[in-house]
């Protein structure tokens, strides 16, 4: 199995991991810190490895492969009261376990720190130490984050506590003052074109433009799922904007309306993504991502105000907080075409 010598980016990170390991000086408290995708999961478990041994089975915790996506997909489905008497977690390993997001909301829940207290307070079954892997932990809400705040202050002299997170500041201060922070940073187009070589993936150029310097984006990334998604949140801007007409996105909202597994989420994380692209061009750069469609994100860019993407921005941020109340898709996106194109209309009056 691939150990730490073989970590893709961020080598003084992997650095000073290896020389803790190497030496024996472990913190209890680890925070691991950067974009979606970078590695922090796949780091974090690699330096458990180090420590506790059984690599394979350490990484049978890993979320990307097909059985645990099924699983948490699968308990989406399940009731609340169903989740909270089974909290998700993996462990393989008998000293390694992983926590991660559940349920509808993907979110980190007090029933799953409740039972990593409880299995905190066992002793190591085959060692000296003990990994536990919170994945996403700036997705605990205020009371499941609380009641970590003890452990975090009082950690058995056996047990190293891992936690990641998108930005560590989401993070209560109390657990980032108890805790090493490292954060994790993009990889360099270089590198990402050695991590494509190496993986041997197709359409190289395509997917190190999207992922942003994210391996682990590179390497999941649907293209053909992506361009079609991203089709509709650009044709839904353009309306916005008065480039196109509102019968050309009643047209891609349709299509989006059709594929009922399609999140609200996943739409608008897209929309971000061309928001921030479209401030670039605003500003005489260019597009950080969606380099393939830079023409048509300049022709908006040229349209709309500063007001018009903040408007964007802050209607997105509504609609990620409605998305678990079962809103209506398509007329939420409806309405977001008409509200911009009424701001684009009144800038133009």
């Not at 190497?22 to 408290?29: D, F, K, L, V, Y």
């Not at 909301?105 to 799953?112: F, T």
């Not at 999941?220 to 650009?234: A, D, G, I, W």
């Amino acid at each position: 199995m691939p150990g730490l010598e073989q970590f893709w980016g961020n080598e003084p990170v992997v650095g000073a991991l290896t020389q803790m390991a190497e030496s024996g000086r472990i913190p209890q408290a680890i925070l691991l810190g950067g974009v979606e995708g970078i590695g922090k999961a796949t780091l974090a478990r690699r330096f458990a490895a180090r420590l506790l041994g059984g690599a394979e089975r350490i990484e049978q915790d890993d979320l990307s492969l097909p059985a645990n996506t099924a699983l948490v997909e699968d308990r989406e489905k399940w009731t609340a009261e169903k989740r909270a008497e089974a909290p998700l977690y993996f462990s393989t390993h008998p000293d390694f376990a992983t926590f991660a997001p559940d349920g509808p909301l993907r979110q980190i829940s007090i029933q799953q720190m409740r039972l990593l207290k409880d299995l905190g307070q066992f002793q190591p079954m085959q060692g000296s130490r003990r990994v536990f892997l919170i994945d996403h932990m700036d997705r605990a809400n205020e009371t499941a984050a609380n009641s970590l705040l003890k452990l975090f202050e009082e950690p058995p002299p056996y047990l190293t506590l891992i936690a990641t997170a998108e930005n560590v500041y989401d993070l209560l201060p109390t657990i980032r003052s108890r805790a090493i922070i490292f954060q994790m940073t993009r990889l360099s187009d270089d590198q990402m074109r050695d991590f494509a070589r190496t993986r041997q993936l197709d359409h190289a150029e395509g997917r190190i433009m999207l992922a942003e310097g994210s391996p682990g984006q590179a390497l999941t990334l649907n293209l053909e799922e992506y361009r079609q998604r991203r089709s509709v949140m650009l044709t839904l801007l353009e309306c916005g904007a008065g480039v196109t007409g509102f019968g050309e996105w009643v047209r891609h909202s349709e299509s989006f309306g059709n594929r009922k597994s399609e999140k609200l989420e996943t739409y608008a994380k897209i929309a971000y993504g061309l928001l921030e692209d479209m401030l670039l061009c605003a500003n005489g750069e260019a597009p950080r991502k969606n380099r393939d469609v830079q023409g048509m994100i300049e022709t908006v860019a040229r349209r709309v105000s500063f007001a018009w993407m903040e408007k964007a921005a802050s209607i997105l941020d509504e609609l990620v907080q409605m998305a678990a109340r079962s809103i209506q898709k398509v007329g939420a996106l409806d309405a977001m075409a008409i509200s911009l194109r009424n701001e684009w209309e009144a800038t133009c009056a």
